[in-house]
C-alpha cells in the first residue's frame, strides 16, 4: 500500500474543500426545506451538476470530470457533511454511468454519458424485487427477444428517484441458450415506455428523493436498449454495485460528520454548571469514539474506492462491503450519540438532528444489509461455509 492510499493527495484535499464551501451554501436549511414543500434539491442538483462535481468519475471525452468512484465518493461525502446529501448521486453517475462507461457502446455512452455529467440527464436503478430480498438469483424481471427487440416483464420495488428520472437501468434475466438457465442482463428502459407504470411507496423515512415500485408489463424495447455483453452480465452487475456500496459509505460518512459537527459544537457551548458539557468524560469521551469511528470507515472508504478505480473489482468487492459496513455502524452511532448529547434539543426541529435517527438506519439496511456483508466476508474472506 503507497502513502497516497492513506494520505489524501493535493487535488483530493483541494476538492473536498471547495465542495465543502459550496456545500455549506446550502446547508441542512436547504434541505429541509425543500423536504418541507415535497420538492427534490432540484437547485442543488443542478448547480452540482454545472460545477461538474456530479460527473467527476465520467470520462472527459463525454464531458465528465475524467476521475473515479474516489473522487465521487469524495463530492458526496463533503454535501453530507454540510447536511445536504444527494442521494441520486449514489445511483445516477455511480452506478448508472459507470455501468454505460465502462460497457456500453459507443452511441449508449453519447447519448447518456454527457447529461448524466451535468446533471441535465437522471437516470434510476432498478434490482430490488419484492420476492427476491437479497438473493439476485430470485430475480423473476425477464427478458425474452422478440425478433428484433426486447420484451420485459418484472416488478421491481424500492427504486429510488424514478419520477426525476429520464430512464431506469433495469436488471433482468435472460434464458441462456445452452443451459436454459437464467442469467442476468441490463437493459436502458425509458420512463415514459409503454408497459412501465411507477407507483409511489409510503415511507416513514423523510427523504428528498421518493421510492417507487416499478412494473413492467410486455415493455417493448429495441436492440440497442441491452447494456453491455448479453453473456457478461454478473460482471456488469457487480460494476456497478460495487461503486454502490463505496458511495453509500460515502452518504453515511458524511451524514455521521454532519451530526458529530453539531454536537460537538453544543457540547463546547452549553452549560449546565460551571463548565461547558464537553468538558465532561461522559459527553466527550462517546463524542471521540464516534469521530474515531467515522476516520477509521474513512480510511476503508478510500481504499475501496482506490481499488475500484485501479481496476482490481475483486479486491474492490471485498473493500466496498467492509466500508459500507463500517460506515454504516459508525454513522448510526455518531447520530445516536449526537442526539443524546443535546438532550431534549436533539428531538426539536431547530437542531434537525431527530430526522436523522431514521435516516442513519438506512445504511445498515440498504442496498444490501450488514447480515449480508457479514455472510460475504465469512464466506469469501475467511472461507466459511454457507448455510444457504
Not at 81 to 98: D, E, N, R, W
Not at 324 to 331: L, N, S, T, V
Not at 344 to 350: D, H, K, P, S, Y
Request: glycine content about 10%.
Amino acid at each position: 500500500m503507497s502513502a497516497s492510499d492513506i494520505v489524501e493527495s493535493q487535488e483530493h484535499q483541494d476538492l473536498r474543500a471547495a465542495v465543502a464551501a459550496f456545500a455549506r451554501s446550502y446547508g441542512r436549511d436547504y434541505l429541509t426545506r425543500a423536504l418541507g414543500a415535497g420538492e427534490p434539491p432540484s437547485e442543488l442538483w443542478r448547480e452540482a451538476g454545472e460545477l461538474g462535481y456530479l460527473g467527476v468519475s465520467i470520462p472527459e471525452e463525454y464531458g465528465g470530470g475524467g476521475g473515479g468512484i474516489s473522487e465521487l465518493a469524495l463530492v458526496l461525502e463533503e454535501l453530507g457533511a454540510a447536511g445536504s446529501p444527494l442521494l441520486m448521486m449514489v445511483v445516477s453517475p455511480a452506478i448508472c454511468a459507470t455501468v454505460i462507461a465502462r460497457f456500453g457502446t459507443e452511441a449508449q455512452k453519447r447519448a447518456w454519458l454527457p447529461g448524466l455529467a451535468d446533471g441535465s440527464r437522471v437516470m434510476a436503478f432498478g434490482i430490488t424485487e419484492p420476492d427476491a430480498g437479497s438473493n439476485s438469483h430470485r430475480i423473476t424481471t425477464t427478458a425474452h427477444r422478440d425478433g428484433g427487440d426486447w420484451v420485459l416483464t418484472g416488478r421491481k420495488v424500492f427504486i429510488s428517484g424514478v419520477d426525476l428520472a429520464d430512464a431506469v437501468l433495469v436488471v433482468g434475466r435472460t434464458a441462456d441458450a445452452r443451459s436454459g438457465r437464467l442469467k442476468p442482463c441490463l437493459f436502458l428502459v425509458p420512463t415514459d415506455a409503454p408497459g412501465f407504470t411507477r407507483t409511489p411507496i409510503a415511507m416513514e423515512l423523510k427523504a428528498a428523493e421518493k421510492q417507487f415500485e416499478l412494473t413492467l408489463d410486455d415493455v417493448r424495447l429495441p436492440a440497442d436498449a441491452l447494456v453491455g455483453d448479453e453473456d457478461a452480465g454478473l460482471l456488469q452487475l457487480f460494476a456497478g454495485l460495487n461503486p454502490e456500496r463505496v458511495m453509500t459509505a460515502a452518504f453515511a460518512i458524511g451524514m455521521g460528520r454532519y451530526a458529530l459537527g453539531r454536537a460537538v459544537a453544543y457540547a463546547r457551548e452549553r452549560t449546565v454548571w460551571k463548565t461547558p458539557i464537553g468538558a465532561h468524560q461522559a459527553i466527550a469521551h462517546p463524542l471521540a469514539q464516534a469521530h474515531i469511528e467515522l476516520e477509521l470507515a474513512r480510511l476503508m472508504t478510500r481504499r475501496a474506492a482506490a481499488l475500484y478505480d485501479a481496476g482490481d473489482d475483486i479486491g474492490a468487492g471485498e473493500a466496498a462491503n467492509m466500508a459500507k459496513y463500517a460506515a454504516a455502524e459508525a454513522c448510526a452511532h455518531a447520530v445516536d450519540q449526537s442526539v443524546h448529547t443535546l438532550g431534549g434539543n436533539g428531538l426539536t426541529a431547530e437542531f434537525q438532528l431527530a430526522s436523522l435517527l431514521t435516516a442513519s438506519r438506512v445504511a445498515r439496511i440498504a442496498p444490501v444489509s450488514r447480515e449480508m456483508i457479514l455472510n460475504y466476508v465469512s464466506h469469501q474472506t475467511l472461507g466459511l461455509p454457507k448455510s444457504y
